[in-house]
DNA sequence: CCGGATCCACTTTGATACTG
DNA sequence: CAGTATCAAAGTGGATCCGG
């Protein structure tokens, strides 16, 4: 990529109307959106569900670390956004498929380029905070 | 836009080892710079340096809802990360600028796409929670 | 099989007051 | 001006038990 001199597109890099807007940055979108996708469980479930559909105790299974509140607290959260699809089957036993709406789809590319830059730089990042650990 | 079958580039989607490594879940660096940026104020910041360096007060007036400490301890992490350059003058009363570091230039990039993806679909968001309020 | 409910610990954020 | 200290409140994640 050309770089360093990021030119940064888009409206985050917009003049802001001069102090932020202090009664509206709760509903930064860009902040909002970070701290749905930011927690601890949510891109993980995101990420597996763009691959194939699954089934709760199989996403539960392939996670392991999660326990089954988070994990319906998070399916929860990103239903509500609009970003998965649940589906319940009338089963004997009661089965439910969650899978990535197209909404849910399109946020993986944006994800895609944040995923780049946070392997490529994790290195950076790593080595930042060793210096900071050992400074004079 | 071209929209919905997203291709999904970059190792976001890259098979998994089959169930996610649950002993690394923590480690993940997409996950990791997520929960960096997805704080609260940490992206207002980093847009605000994004645009010149700012000093402190100027930067809580810039703000105005956080309150010092948070805006102290948000430019520590961001410094800790690497993503900010806090740059001390000894002068009468004391002056400190904050800056983007190279890094946290970089990072402006991929936060850029994801910002144009919130505003973008924030009225899809925002309907998907309607809906899912007055549900059947 | 899916997931709600409760209780608890840890982390994050915030209000206020004080300092070099 | 640029922080630090302290306390309190809220949010988040987890263990376990219970129900449809």
Redesign the pocket.
Known sequence: MSGTHTDVPSMISAPLPSPVPADEHERCPVTDVL?RVG???SILVIVLLGRRPY????L?RGIE??????L??T??ALETDGLVH?E?FPTV????EYSLTPLGRSLLVPLSALADWAVEHRGDIAAARQASTSDT
Chains 1, 2 share one sequence.
Request: hydrophobic share 30%; charged share 35%; aromatic share 8%.
């Open positions: 701290r927690d601890k469980w089934r709760f105790n199989e539960h670390a999660i326990s089954q509140r988070m319906t607290r399916l929860r649940r319940v036993p009661p089965s439910v």
